[in-house]
């Protein structure tokens, strides 16, 4: 993503599969397994989005890398 993409700038999508076909147990959830202070999970769709404008000196590794776990269930 470049920098200064605002807030809810989609940044990607999270997907995973429950062998349950129909019903309330094939629903997956997502949650941060390491929460993040610049980045929404959506629980529910797995959308990660951002939570403000980002820029190049912001929290992560020297090369703006940022490591995003998440666990569903």
Do not use: C, R
């Amino acid at each position: 993503m470049t920098e200064g993409q605002g807030e809810g700038f989609l940044v990607g999508t999270v997907v995973a599969t429950d062998q349950d076909v129909a019903g309330t147990n094939s629903e997956v959830y997502y949650i941060w397994k390491t929460p993040s202070s610049l980045f929404k999970l959506h629980s529910d769709s797995g959308q990660i989005t951002t939570l403000g404008t980002l820029t190049a000196g912001q929290a992560g590794s020297p090369e703006n890398v940022h490591n995003l776990v998440v666990s569903s269930s």
